[in-house]
Every structure is written in structure tokens, then in C-alpha cells.
């Protein structure tokens, strides 16, 4: 397994957002698991929750092994994901992985900040990098991927393009129901993408928003002792169990709407490390997108 696995955290997000009082109850004990490791909650998230307002999180995927392993690993999924109760929307925004940044006076990738410090240092990165206030965020590790996507019974995703990949084959146009392992090689492929990395962050959105309007229809998936077997040994977060029983019971509509997008770089070679350089227009673009959906 590789670094494809921002949308397992849309699945995590989904099963936050889509119960209420029963779910929350089953869901305290999971909870308590995936913030164990963390020091601080985020007192920002509990505020903004109790009070119905709009949120945004940062999504994080780890690109090798288990949240236990020696080797750390790379953030090689970020997404910004902004719910708002107001206008029952939800907002994904894809951050290019190899976007061009400064370290410590080091110039290093946005995901390499995991690397060098923790989730939270990646939080600091993109707040700088966007000139945006994050409210808290979720890790993921590549461990548990095909025990989440299996345990809500598969997805079903309609192909964007022809592909064969890892011994499966997706036609352009015709949907497919994907178990664990079918779901990340069609999220996995990079190179055969006309689009790139870009491509294939459209590809897990597709995924992600699958997932979501499935655990809406299907609540009761989310509530499999396998599913929150698999979330507890594999997500950490900072969000605390209040601001969790916040969003179960205040912001179930946001995802009624999902909206995707994605940051988009020029490619060049500093040496022997290729990087994306982000235009001044297109972080003011981002920027601008996070905020409108913050307060639209």
C-alpha cells in the first residue's frame, strides 16, 4: 500500500456527522481511542461546535505502515474539508502533496511537514501556506484501509476515465462496486492520468463523496464493531468527544451538498527534487474558496 487514503477519512468524518444519540453512544468508546495519543483537543473545534458554526478541518493520509511504526512517513494526502450547518454543504479542497515550501529556512514539500514534526506542524504549514484558521484535523494510516472500506459493504463509484491498474479494469462512464482492495487501486493510479496527481485526487474525492452519501443512506454500517475496530486502531485526531456529539447531532444536513476542488501548481526540478510551485493567484484563489464556504 501506498499514499492514496484521504477519502478513508471522509468515512471517518461521515460517521461523526450522519447519527445521532444511539451512534454517539457506540461511537464515545472509538472516540476516546483515536484522540488517546493526543496531548491538546482543540478547544477552537468544542467553541465553534456547541455553537452550530461553520468548521474546518484538515484532513491527513500517512503514506506507509501503521500509526506504531518506526519509520513516520510522509503526509501525501491533505485536504481541507469545511463543513458548514448554514447551508448544509460540505467543501473538500485537494492540496497538492509537492507544493514548494520553507522549514525551518529549509525548503521542503508541504508534505513533509508531518515528517519533521506531527500533525499538528502540518496544520501550522497550511495555515501559513493559505492564510486560513484550522479548527482541527484527523490522521489516517494505510493499515486499515481495505478493513474500513469492506466494513461499510463497499462503494459504488462511476469511473472518470479508462484505466487498468493493479490487475483491475475501469471503462469511462460505467460504475462499479468497489470492496476495499478494488476501491484503492482505482484511487491509487497516477501515471496512466492524463491529470496526474491531479487526476487522481478527483478520483478520491469521487471516492469520498461515494462513502458519505452511502453512510447517510446506511447509518447502521458505521456502527459495525469491524468498522470501529478499524477506525479506533487507525485514525488519531484532536478533535474531542464533545465537538464529536456536536457534529452527530448539528451538522447531519452538511452533507447534503459536497463540493470539490483542488489546488493546482506549476512542476518544476530544484536540483534533483521536483516540487510544485503555487502562483501568488492561486493560494489567494484557494484561500478565497475556504473562506466563501466558511461564511456563505
Same mark, same amino acid.
Given at each position: 500500500?501506498?499514499? +492514496?487514503?484521504?477519502?478513508?477519512?471522509?468515512?471517518?468524518?461521515?460517521?461523526?456527522?450522519?447519527?445521532?444519540?444511539?451512534?454517539?453512544?457506540?461511537?464515545?468508546?472509538?472516540?476516546?481511542?483515536?484522540?488517546?495519543?493526543?496531548?491538546?483537543?482543540?478547544?477552537?473545534?468544542?467553541?465553534?461546535?456547541?455553537?452550530?458554526?461553520?468548521?474546518?478541518?484538515?484532513?491527513?493520509?500517512?503514506?506507509?505502515?501503521?500509526?506504531?511504526?518506526?519509520?513516520?512517513?510522509?503526509?501525501?494526502?491533505?485536504? +481541507?474539508?469545511?463543513?458548514?450547518?448554514?447551508?448544509?454543504?460540505?467543501?473538500?479542497?485537494?492540496?497538492?502533496?509537492?507544493?514548494?515550501?520553507?522549514?525551518?529556512?529549509?525548503?521542503?514539500?508541504?508534505?513533509?511537514?508531518?515528517?519533521?514534526?506531527?500533525?499538528?506542524?502540518?496544520?501550522?504549514? +497550511?495555515?501559513?501556506?493559505?492564510?486560513?484558521? &484550522?479548527?482541527?484535523?484527523?490522521?489516517?494510516?494505510?493499515?486499515? &484501509?481495505?478493513?474500513?472500506?469492506?466494513?461499510?459493504?463497499?462503494?459504488?463509484?462511476?469511473?472518470?476515465?479508462?484505466?487498468?491498474?493493479?490487475?483491475?479494469?475501469?471503462?469511462?462512464?460505467?460504475?462499479?462496486?468497489?470492496?476495499?482492495?478494488?476501491?484503492?487501486?482505482?484511487?491509487?493510479?497516477?501515471?496512466?492520468?492524463?491529470?496526474?496527481?491531479?487526476?487522481?485526487?478527483?478520483?478520491?474525492?469521487?471516492?469520498?463523496?461515494?462513502?458519505?452519501?452511502?453512510?447517510?443512506?446506511?447509518?447502521?454500517?458505521?456502527?459495525?464493531?469491524?468498522?470501529?475496530?478499524?477506525?479506533?486502531?487507525?485514525?488519531?485526531?484532536?478533535?474531542?468527544?464533545?465537538?464529536?456529539?456536536?457534529?452527530?447531532?448539528?451538522?447531519?444536513?452538511?452533507?447534503?451538498?459536497?463540493?470539490?476542488?483542488?489546488?493546482?501548481?506549476?512542476?518544476?526540478?530544484?536540483?534533483?527534487?521536483?516540487?510544485?510551485?503555487?502562483?501568488?493567484?492561486?493560494?489567494?484563489? +484557494?484561500?478565497?474558496?475556504?473562506?466563501?464556504?466558511?461564511?456563505?
Amino acid at each position: 500500500m501506498k499514499k +492514496v487514503i484521504l477519502w478513508v477519512l471522509g468515512i471517518i468524518l461521515a460517521s461523526v456527522i450522519g447519527f445521532g444519540g444511539y451512534s454517539y453512544y457506540k461511537l464515545s468508546n472509538t472516540t476516546s481511542k483515536i484522540y488517546s495519543g493526543t496531548q491538546h483537543t482543540s478547544k477552537i473545534s468544542d467553541t465553534k461546535t456547541k455553537k452550530g458554526q461553520s468548521i474546518a478541518y484538515l484532513l491527513l493520509g500517512t503514506d506507509t505502515g501503521a500509526l506504531g511504526r518506526t519509520e513516520k512517513g510522509r503526509t501525501d494526502t491533505m485536504i +481541507v474539508m469545511v463543513l458548514n450547518p448554514d447551508t448544509n454543504t460540505t467543501t473538500m479542497v485537494s492540496l497538492q502533496r509537492d507544493t514548494k515550501i520553507q522549514i525551518d529556512g529549509q525548503t521542503e514539500k508541504l508534505n513533509a511537514a508531518y515528517q519533521y514534526g506531527d500533525a499538528q506542524s502540518s496544520v501550522d504549514q +497550511v495555515e501559513k501556506l493559505l492564510n486560513i484558521k &484550522l479548527d482541527g484535523y484527523l490522521l489516517v494510516n494505510m493499515n486499515g &484501509l481495505e478493513q474500513l472500506v469492506n466494513a461499510v459493504g463497499g462503494v459504488d463509484v462511476t469511473a472518470p476515465l479508462t484505466f487498468n491498474y493493479e490487475g483491475y479494469a475501469f471503462t469511462q462512464g460505467q460504475n462499479y462496486h468497489m470492496d476495499g482492495q478494488k476501491a484503492l487501486a482505482f484511487s491509487r493510479m497516477r501515471y496512466d492520468d492524463p491529470n496526474g496527481d491531479y487526476g487522481r485526487q478527483m478520483r478520491q474525492q469521487l471516492v469520498i463523496s461515494a462513502v458519505i452519501n452511502k453512510l447517510k443512506n446506511n447509518p447502521t454500517n458505521v456502527l459495525s464493531d469491524n468498522f470501529l475496530q478499524a477506525v479506533s486502531q487507525n485514525v488519531r485526531t484532536n478533535i474531542s468527544l464533545n465537538s464529536v456529539r456536536n457534529l452527530a447531532t448539528k451538522y447531519k444536513g452538511s452533507a447534503d451538498n459536497i463540493e470539490r476542488d483542488q489546488m493546482k501548481g506549476e512542476g518544476v526540478m530544484i536540483g534533483s527534487v521536483s516540487y510544485q510551485i503555487m502562483p501568488e493567484s492561486e493560494i489567494s484563489r +484557494v484561500h478565497t474558496i475556504i473562506e466563501q464556504a466558511r461564511n456563505n
